[in-house]
């Protein structure tokens, strides 16, 4: 091998591990980000708010006792007491869907956020047609050892002209 060949093989190696080193430096930096962190509990926050807001507006009238353990599962604090107390017996089925949501707020360190959602709820009386109706939702959560739960659930009134 000649002088100038072993020279270039030499600093190719030096040049890789300098490169390696980079790389691991900068992976161990974006591993210790706290902009990764609250993104991750960001995206929690949102999809265990969109479930919880749809199990809460959701209703099976063939099968009261479950709906009423699916609400005392998604929700937490006052808002739970409040379903314990509550008969929340009735003959019409609701179904919801959550068609948008968003969070407006997140405090990681306390683990509260805020969120909205529109819901399409299809109700279904019994022995008449299902009528569709919007629901625009206002929800606090609380982020608790099963997940984010809710904490509060408030219709947002649409404004009118």
């Known amino acids: 091998m000649s002088g100038r060949t072993a020279l270039a093989a030499r600093?190719?190696?030096?040049?890789?591990?300098?490169?390696c080193a980079f790389a691991g430096w900068s992976y161990a930096q974006t591993r210790a980000d706290d902009s990764l962190s609250f993104a991750a509990a960001r995206e929690d926050a949102l999809a265990d708010?969109?479930?919880?807001?749809?199990?809460?507006?959701?209703?099976?009238?063939?099968a009261p006792d479950v709906s009423r353990r699916?609400?005392?599962?998604?929700?937490?604090?006052?808002?739970?007491?409040?379903?314990?107390?509550?008969?929340?017996?009735?003959?019409?089925?609701?179904?919801?869907?959550?068609?948008?949501?968003?969070?407006?707020?997140?405090?990681?360190?306390?683990?509260?956020?805020e969120l909205i959602a529109t819901v399409d709820v299809v109700t279904t009386p019994p022995g008449a047609e299902p009528h569709t109706e919007r629901k625009r939702l206002?929800?606090?959560?609380?982020?608790?050892?099963?997940?984010?739960?809710?904490?509060?659930?408030?219709?947002?009134?649409?404004?009118?002209?």
């Open 70 to 113: 699916t609400w005392l599962d998604a929700a937490t604090g006052p808002l739970r007491e409040d379903l314990a107390r509550s008969p929340g017996a009735t003959d019409t089925t609701a179904r919801a869907r959550v068609t948008d949501a968003a969070l407006t707020a997140l405090d990681d360190r306390t683990g509260t956020a």
């Open 49 to 62: 708010g969109k479930r919880r807001v749809a199990d809460l507006t959701s209703f099976d009238a063939k």
């Open 11 to 19: 600093t190719a190696l030096v040049l890789a591990v300098l490169l």
């Open 138 to 161: 206002d929800a606090t959560l609380a982020r608790t050892a099963d997940g984010w739960k809710i904490r509060s659930l408030a219709a947002v009134p649409v404004g009118g002209v």
